[in-house]
């Protein structure tokens, strides 16, 4: 009789025992699969490091060999311009004309006009000195007293400002991004009375550049989002696996 009382009490312990290790098992188990995933933004503004001007003229004429000889002269004073300004003869880059015959063009509105010729001529700077280039399209107006205009309003031919130098600041800006995402996640963990783990899976987005606004598209507005998994440990959990200290 003795034997089976003391059976079962060690029965009843061991379902005891059992019960709370089957319990710590599945909590721990849960808590392996407790994330959260943050996203982290990090943006900069940054100068234009480089800028492509087209600068745009047309003449008009009925003799093709006139008109070769006026565009010929006119590239030279344009160029005599530029280089005086301070840009480099190797920046400059004269574009093949662009030529259109009035009296042949099919959809012309107009075939009475006085000139059959119309003639556009494209000389482009390409250029790392952004703030001069933004000088000279400002004092453009000087070339209409060597007797050229310079014309606008082409979509083909706009001013484009460029930022190049993206490598050098990509580090910092995606540790900032990182440091924005953890801040998010401490925070979230906090709310949920957790403690933030370990990263569980980490990826970082496309780094974008941007204008700044329309009318300032020499400022750049450069952008990167990192998306973190970082692991969740439930503070209940690791207070009763923690053992007591006296």
Do not use: C
């Amino acid at each position: 009789m003795k034997n089976l009382k003391l059976e079962a009490a060690l029965i009843m312990v061991g379902l005891i025992l059992l019960g709370i290790f089957i319990r710590q098992g599945l909590n721990t188990f849960a808590a392996k699969d407790r994330t959260v995933t943050v996203k982290g933004l990090a943006e900069m503004e940054v100068q234009a490091d480089k800028v492509i001007w087209p600068l745009v003229y047309k003449n008009l004429g009925n003799d093709l060999n006139k008109l070769y000889e006026d565009i010929k002269q006119n590239n030279q004073t344009i160029i005599q311009f530029l280089k005086e300004q301070g840009i480099d003869e190797k920046e400059i880059s004269i574009n093949a004309p662009e030529i259109i015959d009035m009296k042949a063009e099919r959809y012309s509105g107009d075939r009475d006009t006085p000139y059959r010729y119309n003639v556009t001529s494209v000389i482009t700077v390409n250029s790392n000195k952004t703030e001069l280039v933004r000088k000279l399209i400002s004092e453009q107006g000087e070339l209409l007293k060597r007797g050229i205009a310079i014309t606008s309003g082409d979509y083909r031919y706009n001013v484009v400002y460029e930022y190049t130098s993206l490598n050098k600041i990509k580090p910092q800006m995606i540790e900032e991004a990182t440091k924005n995402a953890r801040e998010a996640a401490e925070k979230f963990a906090k709310d949920s009375e957790s403690r933030l783990g370990k990263i569980k899976q980490a990826s970082q987005g496309q780094f974008s550049i941007s204008d700044r606004d329309p009318n300032t598209p020499y400022i750049k507005n450069v952008r990167v989002v990192t998306t973190i998994d970082y692991l969740l440990e439930d503070l209940s959990l690791i207070h009763i696996s923690e053992p007591t200290r006296h």
